[in-house]
């Protein structure tokens, strides 16, 4: 859902790195796959065709932080 972003921080070689993948358009997503020492971390459509993709050694990765698309207010 459009806001949903996931945040990664990684080691790289004496500082730490920050990226982001973020959900830009209605309808899309973002996941979060853990493969074979890769982490991969895919902005996904509606029928789950990657639009964009980044991948980071497992190893390196010091924190991933999942931040949720925030709810309307008006649903109670």
Request: charged share 30%; net charge neutral.
């Amino acid at each position: 859902m459009k806001g949903d972003r996931v945040e990664i921080v990684i080691d790289a070689g004496g500082t730490p790195r920050t990226y982001e993948v973020t959900a830009t358009r209605a309808g899309r997503r973002v996941e979060v796959a853990n493969r074979r020492g890769l982490v991969e971390v895919s902005e996904v459509t509606r029928s789950g065709t990657p639009v964009r993709t980044a991948r980071f050694m497992s190893s390196r990765i010091l924190a991933l932080v999942e931040h949720p698309a925030d709810e309307a207010a008006g649903d109670d």
